[in-house]
């Protein structure tokens, strides 16, 4: 078993940065790829980025490429999320999900049925 609590969500002015943290525990932390997704009002959760167990590859969204950042700190059992250049397109709800796995490789991540465990989400709320 793995529980995640996702952190550091807030209300923000486009253009700024917020930081998110997922907190992991349980099952060990380094054992698990974790994903960040998002669900803005009315649309459906979508990808926007991953980490691998060691922290060595990563993935993003075109959306938010060059804008956030993922970094995981297995000492702490932590996931954080740098956001940066804000848009209000951001606005969302953004889930952290951890998924127990030995590689990194194809397109898994990408799909939301493939993790294992969830957080219960932070609000993000991007003002113009």
């Known amino acids: 078993q793995v529980q995640l609590v996702e952190s550091g969500g807030g209300l923000v002015q486009a253009g700024g940065s917020l930081r998110l943290s997922c907190a992991a525990s349980?099952?060990?932390?380094?054992?698990?790829?974790v994903g960040w997704f998002r669900q803005a009002p009315g649309k459906e959760r979508e990808f926007v980025m991953a980490?691998?167990?060691?922290?060595?590859?990563?993935h993003y969204a075109d959306s938010v490429k060059g804008r956030f950042t993922i970094s995981r700190d297995n000492t702490k059992n932590t996931v954080y999320v740098q956001m940066n250049s804000l848009k209000p397109e951001d606005t969302a709800v953004y889930y952290c999900?951890?998924?127990?796995?030995?590689?990194?490789?194809?397109?898994?991540?990408?799909?939301?049925?493939?993790?294992?465990?969830w957080g219960q989400g932070t609000q993000v709320i991007v003002s113009t």
């Open positions: 349980g099952r060990t932390f380094s054992s698990v790829v």
């Open positions: 999900a951890a998924r127990i796995s030995t590689t990194w490789s194809g397109t898994y991540f990408l799909n939301e049925y493939e993790y294992d465990y």
């Open positions: 980490i691998s167990r060691t922290g060595t590859s990563t």
